[in-house]
């Protein structure tokens, strides 16, 4: 008996020699036909019309995603957050940061082409990879950043953004949205067992664009803009306006009141409330600095404007104050000192009665992309906040640590 099987050779096997030309031949067609998508560093010319300035582009790769940024030098920097989303031949399809809406790239070896689409214009692209350039440890420390509550809270196929969680920390609400933010729905997650639930639409939304919740830090009262009609209108309007709710004994929201004493004829939105129900929102109204500012109004309903201090021609946005007003916590397109990226996350305390000189947050909450919606939770220990670094949009938290102290 033989104790191993003896090979012998087989149609299959005689035939090798004869087809092994023919596979070679279509793996070098199909090879020489593939994406050559490459991580590293490209660097790029920018046409729009008869204007070409350069940019750059650099991508990481995980897994078989690719994330990474596009740099456009527009006088300053412009950054535009990438992901791959889809592949057709030799074209690669990224999702994007807000403003840009839409990038296809086609890789041929160590070249591509593509065009990008940014406020409402096509941008042509065409580089060549660098040989032996590396992506910055900036960005990679920035994308490494894991969205909070991933599959639940973040990971959704709509944005998510501006979130804002009740005293005990044992529920989450904030925005969600489509791509171009044309309809925003507040929705509601609860904590289950250390679990996220399934985000679900809040019993005051859904119908008209609603956005960002502010839960006051009592937790009986609850904030957020929305373009439902106001008392006596039956059209939904074309800006926000900021509404409250108190909550009723048994725990539920009570109707929702639209705050005239607030409300202009233009944006009003992105509120937080102190312990001493002062309410610092975000306005484009006439009167401003310039662009988006923020706001504080009394109690006893004095408005105003927070000043050079905070304010600049430029926007300021999405402020999260304190319980006790003792710092701020704001978003600004402004270049300041300690800029990252497009908008980015800053902090200001009050000394005696002044804001001090607005300190950026740093990497890696702020970004190459857009940072805003900032919320701490009521113990103190954590900052959550809305980046756009891995489009379209979502919502991450880091410990606080020395973030909020003065220096």
Same mark, same amino acid.
């Given at each position: 008996m033989?104790?191993f099987?003896v090979?012998?050779?087989?149609?299959?096997?005689d035939?090798?020699?004869?087809?092994?030309p023919?596979?070679a031949?279509?793996?070098?067609?199909?090879c020489a036909?593939?994406?050559?998508?490459?991580?590293?560093?490209?660097?790029?010319?920018a046409?729009?019309?008869?204007?070409?300035?350069p940019?750059?582009?650099?991508l990481?790769?995980?897994?078989?995603?690719?994330?990474?940024?596009?740099?456009?030098?527009?006088?300053?920097p412009?950054h535009?957050?990438?992901?791959?989303?889809?592949?057709?031949g030799?074209?690669?399809?990224?999702?994007?940061?807000?403003?840009?809406t839409?990038?296809?790239?086609?890789?041929?070896?160590?070249?591509?082409?593509?065009?990008?689409m940014?406020?409402?214009?096509?941008?042509?692209?065409?580089?060549?990879r660098?040989?032996?350039?590396i992506?910055?440890?900036?960005?990679?420390?920035?994308?490494?950043?894991?969205?909070?509550?991933?599959g639940?809270?973040?990971?959704?196929?709509?944005?998510?953004?501006?979130?804002?969680?009740?005293?005990?920390?044992?529920?989450?609400?904030?925005?969600s949205?489509?791509?171009?933010?044309?309809?925003?729905t507040?929705?509601?997650?609860?904590?289950?067992?250390?679990v996220w639930?399934q985000?679900?639409?809040?019993?005051?939304?859904g119908?008209?664009?609603?956005?960002?919740?502010a839960v006051?830090?009592?937790?009986?009262?609850?904030?957020?803009a929305?373009k439902?009609?106001?008392?006596?209108?039956?059209?939904?309007?074309?800006?926000?306006?900021?509404?409250?709710?108190?909550?009723?004994?048994?725990?539920?929201?009570?109707? @929702?009141r639209?705050?005239?004493? %607030?409300? #202009? $004829? /233009?944006s009003?939105?992105?509120?937080? !409330?102190?312990?001493? +129900?002062?309410?610092?929102?975000?306005?484009?109204?006439?009167?401003g600095?310039?662009?988006?500012?923020?706001?504080?109004?009394h109690?006893?309903?004095?408005?105003?404007?927070?000043?050079?201090?905070?304010?600049?021609?430029?926007?300021?946005?999405s402020a999260?104050?304190? @319980?006790d007003?003792?710092?701020? %916590?704001? #978003? $600004? /397109?402004?270049?300041?000192e300690?800029? !990252?990226?497009?908008d +980015?996350?800053y902090v200001?305390?009050?000394?005696?009665?002044?804001w001090?000189?607005p300190?950026?947050l740093?990497q890696?909450?702020?970004s190459?992309?857009?940072?805003?919606?900032?919320?701490?939770?009521?113990?103190?220990?954590?900052?959550y906040?809305?980046?756009?670094?891995?489009?379209?949009?979502?919502?991450?938290?880091?410990?606080?640590?020395?973030?909020?102290?003065?220096?």
């Open positions: 033989e104790k099987p090979a012998r050779r087989s149609p299959m096997t035939a090798v020699p004869a087809v092994a023919l596979i031949a279509l793996c070098t067609f199909a036909n593939s994406p050559t998508l490459v991580d590293g560093v490209y660097e790029v010319e046409s729009v019309g008869e204007a070409t300035v940019a750059q582009l650099e990481i790769k995980e897994g078989a995603e690719y994330r990474g940024r596009l740099t456009v030098m527009l006088g300053s412009f535009v957050a990438l992901g791959s989303s889809s592949l057709t030799d074209t690669v399809s990224f999702s994007t940061s807000s403003p840009a839409s990038l296809a790239l086609t890789f041929r070896n160590d070249t591509l082409r593509g065009q990008l940014l406020g409402g214009r096509a941008v042509d692209l065409i580089g060549t660098v040989e032996g350039a992506v910055s440890s900036a960005l990679e420390q920035q994308v490494a950043l894991a969205p909070f509550a991933q639940a809270v973040s990971d959704l196929d709509r944005g998510a953004a501006f979130p804002s969680l009740t005293p005990e920390g044992t529920e989450i609400y904030f925005s949205f489509d791509a171009d933010f044309g309809f925003q507040i929705v509601v997650s609860h904590l289950q067992d250390g639930t985000p679900e639409v809040s019993t005051f939304s119908t008209h664009s609603d956005r960002s919740p006051s830090p009592s937790g009986t009262q609850l904030v957020f929305s439902r009609p106001t008392p006596g209108q039956t059209d939904a309007r074309e800006s926000y306006d900021l509404w409250e709710m108190v909550s009723d004994p048994d725990g539920s929201w009570g109707e @929702p639209h705050m005239s004493e %607030i409300n #202009s $004829t /233009s009003d939105y992105q509120p937080s !409330v102190t312990v001493d +129900d002062a309410l610092y929102f975000t306005s484009d109204r006439e009167g600095l310039g662009g988006q500012d923020i706001y504080l109004a109690p006893g309903g004095r408005i105003e404007n927070l000043g050079a201090k905070i304010n600049t021609d430029q926007d300021e946005m999260f104050i304190s @319980p007003a003792s710092y701020i %916590i704001f #978003s $600004t /397109s402004a270049n300041r300690g800029h !990252v990226g497009n +980015d996350i200001s305390f009050n000394q005696d009665g002044e001090t000189e300190r950026n740093g890696p909450i702020n190459f992309a857009n940072e805003y919606g900032a919320f701490v939770s009521r113990d103190g220990e954590y900052l906040f809305t980046s756009d670094r891995h489009p379209p949009t979502d919502i991450y938290r880091v410990e606080v640590r020395d973030l909020l102290t003065r220096r």
